[in-house]
């Protein structure tokens, strides 16, 4: 078992949330204690899954919260970029992550399923 660290699901995670937080002081203050703080929330939120899922006998019903966090993230994102919180270019930053991370979340599922 590869140390969570080592894990691309995690560096993908530890950079999408390194790009929120670079963007969280150009967002207007209404959204960065509202929707921001929560997309912030979610992002560490699945850093703790992933470290969790990869250190568990019972993998799936983790990877399966964390695929849900992540869905839940990307519907605040969109949100962002239609109430203009974010541009195209600041959302297409960070959804470049989350379709990586949802692939990964995805595969390593799969693969724990077909174990069971």
């Given amino acids: 078992m590869a140390r969570s660290e080592e894990l691309p699901i995690y560096r993908d995670t530890v950079d999408m949330l390194d790009r929120l937080l670079q963007l969280t002081d ?11 703080q ?10 703790s899954l992933i470290y969790a ?3 568990r006998r019972d993998k799936v019903p983790v990877i399966t919260e964390l695929i849900d966090r992540l869905g839940l993230l990307k519907v605040l994102l969109r949100l ?3 109430r203009h919180v974010v541009n195209d270019r600041q959302y297409a930053s960070i959804i470049i992550y989350t379709e990586r991370i949802g692939r990964q979340a995805t595969g390593w599922r799969q693969h724990y399923e077909k174990q069971q």
């Fill in 26 to 36: 150009k967002v207007p203050r209404t959204y960065r204690f509202g929707v921001w």
């Fill in 80 to 82: 962002s970029l239609r």
């Fill in 53 to 55: 899922a990869n250190s």
């Fill in 38 to 47: 929560r997309m912030l929330d979610l992002a560490i939120d699945m850093l």
